[in-house]
Structures are given as structure tokens and as C-alpha cells.
């Protein structure tokens, strides 16, 4: 298992507005994700966070919108820009802590756009 | 899109009685993992299961799966209300280095 925490657990924010949320995790992995989640919704991969160099993205979501920083293996933040409130939403990191690929998941952010 | 299908969308049993989920998915995959959501908030991993693998068993779970249908089946038996939650499958296709593309879930209701 891995102890992930994600600040803030939530927020409501205005349009417009920037919001970014950190991920911290109790020890080094190599990979790390951030997904989303739409209300009732399942989860979409948003980008996958590499250490050292510029996240990788999944179809339909762009760094400028959502830009990534991957600064250590334990933490990373991704910001949600000039939100609308379709950005509403539940963000969540996760790790990869296994060989085989099993995957843990932070706490959330639940993200209410005005 | 290359999300799984999960049926029944929703669920409602009374506790003691068993419920099963099934997912279907479309590519092939290294591994499939269940997850439980509980209102919206994080995921709890509850196992994974490996494609050469036909089936899991973790406490009151039991994990199926079936490469040659693209599907997997998840049991909880002897349910309990606090079982009430939304549970998702996962897949992470050969070659696709981690990345989990979920089904869309299954509401579970279980009541007293």
C-alpha cells in the first residue's frame, strides 16, 4: 500500500480563477498519475507526472490548462487553470507501487467551480 | 473510447445476501484491479488480478476473470451495509506503461 495525501481535500473557487492541487506521498515512487473524475462519472487519466522532465498528457487535456510539476518522487502538484465550472470535479493522484502495476489512489479533491 | 462496461449500474441487495459485478473490457491487458469509491471520495484498492490468472480471493472478495471474453467478475459475500459504495474495474492494456483505463461502475446499495 502507499500513504498519499492531497491538499486541498476541497475547495470552491470562481471562474476564471487558478487552482493547485499537491500530492504527497510517504515515499519515493517512480510513477505517479493524476486523474479526474466528473460527477457520476468514472475516472480519466489526465497526464501522467515524470520526474524531470515535462508531464505527459492524455487525449483532450493540454498543459496549459492543466500544467504539472514533478519536482521530486514524492510529490507533485497539478494546477487546474482559468476554471469554468465544467472543471467541477473530483482530482485525484495515484501511484504505482508494485511490479505489477498496482495502483493506489489519493483521498481526492473535490473542486466546485462558481 | 476504451472504458470498460460495468453491469448492473446499480445494485441493491439486503446484507447477509452476496452481490456480483461484472466488468467487460475491450483490449488486452496486463492486469485488472478493483477498486471501491465511497461517496465520492478516494479509491480504496481492494485487488488486483493478473492476466494469467483466473481467479483471486481476498477475505469476503472473489475476483474472476476471463481473458479469453475481455471479462472479470467481482463477489462480495455475506454483504454488509458498510460494503455501500461504487465500485470500479481497471485495466492497464499490454504496452501502455501503467496507465488504468476504468469501467464506469457499479452502485452498490446494501440495507439492513
Known amino acids: 500500500s502507499a500513504v498519499i495525501s492531497q491538499k486541498p481535500s476541497r475547495d470552491i473557487c470562481q471562474r476564471g480563477t487558478s487552482l493547485t492541487i499537491q500530492c504527497q506521498v510517504d515515499?519515493?515512487?517512480?510513477?505517479m498519475f493524476w486523474y479526474r473524475q466528473q460527477p457520476g462519472q468514472s475516472l480519466t487519466l489526465i497526464a501522467t507526472?515524470?520526474?524531470?522532465?515535462?508531464?505527459?498528457?492524455e487525449s483532450g487535456f493540454v498543459i496549459d490548462k492543466f500544467p504539472i510539476s514533478r519536482p521530486n518522487l514524492t510529490f507533485s502538484t497539478l494546477t487546474v487553470s482559468n476554471m469554468s465550472p465544467e472543471d467541477s470535479s473530483i482530482y485525484l493522484c495515484?501511484?504505482?507501487?508494485?511490479?505489477?502495476?498496482?495502483?493506489?489512489f489519493g483521498p481526492g479533491t473535490r473542486l466546485t467551480v462558481l | 473510447s476504451q472504458q470498460g462496461e460495468e453491469d448492473p449500474q446499480a445494485l441493491s441487495i439486503q446484507e447477509g445476501e452476496n452481490a456480483t459485478m461484472n466488468c467487460s473490457y475491450k483490449?488486452?491487458?496486463?492486469?485488472l484491479q478493483w477498486y471501491r469509491q465511497n461517496s465520492g471520495r478516494g479509491l480504496v484498492h481492494l485487488i488486483l488480478?493478473?492476466?494469467?490468472?483466473r481467479e483471486k480471493h481476498s477475505g469476503r472478495l472473489r475476483v474472476t476473470l476471463d481473458t479469453s471474453k475481455k471479462s472479470s467478475s467481482l463477489l462480495i459475500t455475506a454483504s454488509r451495509a458498510a460494503d455501500t459504495a461504487s465500485y470500479f474495474c481497471?485495466?492497464?492494456?499490454?504496452?501502455?506503461?501503467?496507465?488504468?483505463?476504468f469501467g464506469t461502475g457499479t452502485r452498490l446499495q446494501v440495507t439492513l
Open positions: 495515484s501511484v504505482v507501487r508494485s511490479s505489477y502495476n498496482e495502483q493506489f
Open positions: 488480478i493478473r492476466s494469467n490468472e
Open positions: 481497471a485495466t492497464d492494456g499490454s504496452g501502455t506503461a501503467s496507465k488504468l483505463t
Open positions: 483490449t488486452s491487458i496486463n492486469n
Open positions: 507526472a515524470n520526474q524531470g522532465s515535462e508531464a505527459t498528457y
Open positions: 515515499s519515493q515512487v517512480t510513477m
